[in-house]
Structure formats: C-alpha cells, structure tokens
C-alpha cells in the first residue's frame, strides 16, 4: 500500500458525486481509499480509476458502525492522510408526523454521526503533520430548510455547525475545513424520492467534483470555508 503519492480517503466513493470526487482526485495524483458499504460498487469504481492508470484501493466500511471504523483505520494507520472527504449520505422524504424512526435515526446516523466518526479518527494524524484538509459534503439544505425533509434538513444543520466548529478547533494545525453546498447533483440520491422536475436539469456529478476539487486544492495558507454550488437557474 505505501507508495510516494498523497493519500485521501473518500466515503460515499461507490456511486455519484462520491465516484465523480475520487476518479477527480486519482487524477490529480492522489491514491485514493474507496470507501462504502457496498463492495460491488465499490469496485466499479476502482476499476475506472485503475483503467486511467490511477491509484485507489476498496474498504467496505459501514461509517455508522464504530467498530467498522475503527478496523478501517487501524488497515490505514501508517499512511499519512492529506485529505478525508465525509460524503456518504442518504434522504428520504416524508411529513414529519408520518416519517419512521428508523428512517429518522439512518439519515442521522450516516448524513451526521459516520461524518462525526470518520473525522474524530483522523484529526490525531492530522495534528501531528500539522497539515491536512477535511471536507463535508453537505447541502443547501444544510442552510435552508425545506419541507417534507425534517430528518435530512437536520443532519445537514448539524453537519454544518459540527464542521464550523472544528475549523475554529484545527486553524492551529493547519488543518483546512472545508464544506460544500450543492443543490441537486444527479445522482442516485434521488432514485426513491417522487420529484416535479427532471433529473437532467440538475446538475452533473463530474461538474460538481471538478468545482469541489478546485476548493480542496486551494494553495498555500488559503482556504474556501463554505462553498455554494448551485445551477445558473437557481434552484428548482
């Protein structure tokens, strides 16, 4: 596993923006650890990275799952991480009083808590090179709510004050945290969800992620702390 290039770590890798962001960053040279609970898709996605000639290896981790966690660093632990991309998340939408708890507590659960420990379990590395970049992939749902989406508007609040206050935490350590607002991406994301608009008019994965790319690779002593990534349109 150990090589001279820069390592990230990806969840969500195994379809849409999570995808999109780890063949983007194989390509800026990164070796990049795919990360999902789903290891068929997974390797759709390593296969694509690996046809370019570009670095990745496969982690089927559960992020809810502290255990799970917990074993996927412990495989990784001599690897200086540059980079964490928390991605994974899921939405489902329903009336507040009809929404299951158990649909409830799985958008917490993996959009909030896996983000939550995935970078609890990074940040010692981080400090200790006094470098590093941690990136949550979060929404504009995540600064505006909206209906029929009380589980997922509440993840994305709290993902969003969770990473605004370790960037206040890490400046210290050079540690740049970074996170994105996007509006609808195509993606899978919205198979299961009803929808009055077309999916072709959203926006692409790989627009996104080059867009997003271009924030985690910004140089020196810079940082883009919130980004909002939107159609020209607007939002629908």
């Not at 140089?219 to 159609?231: A, D, F, T």
Request: net charge positive; no cysteine.
């Amino acid at each position: 596993m150990k090589n001279n290039k820069p390592y990230a770590i990806i969840t969500g890798a195994s379809t849409g923006l999570g995808q999109a962001l780890s063949i983007e960053l194989a390509h800026k040279g990164y070796f990049v650890f795919l990360v999902s609970s789903n290891k068929e898709k997974l390797m759709k996605t390593d296969k694509i990275i690996k046809k370019d000639g570009n670095h990745s290896q496969i982690f089927v981790v559960d992020i809810t799952d502290y255990d799970s966690i917990l074993d996927f660093y412990s495989k990784i632990k001599n690897n200086n991480i540059e980079i964490l991309v928390n991605n994974a998340g899921v939405m489902l939408t329903d009336n507040v009083e009809d929404i299951s708890v158990e649909d409830w507590d799985n958008q917490i659960n993996i959009n909030l808590r896996g983000a939550f420990l995935m970078t609890k379990n990074i940040i010692p590395n981080m400090k200790k090179n006094k470098n590093g970049k941690i990136v949550f992939i979060n929404s504009v749902a995540g600064l505006s709510p909206y209906p029929h989406s009380s589980a997922y508007v509440a993840s994305k609040y709290g993902l969003r004050g969770f990473s605004a206050s370790i960037r206040e935490e890490l400046r210290k350590y050079n540690i740049k945290v970074i996170s994105i607002h996007p509006g609808a991406i195509n993606t899978p994301l919205w198979d299961n969800i009803p929808i009055i608009f077309s999916k072709n008019e959203m926006m692409s994965s790989i627009d996104v992620a080059k867009s997003i790319i271009h924030a985690i690779l910004s140089p020196n002593n810079l940082v883009q702390e919130e980004v909002i990534i939107r159609r020209t349109a607007g939002d629908f």
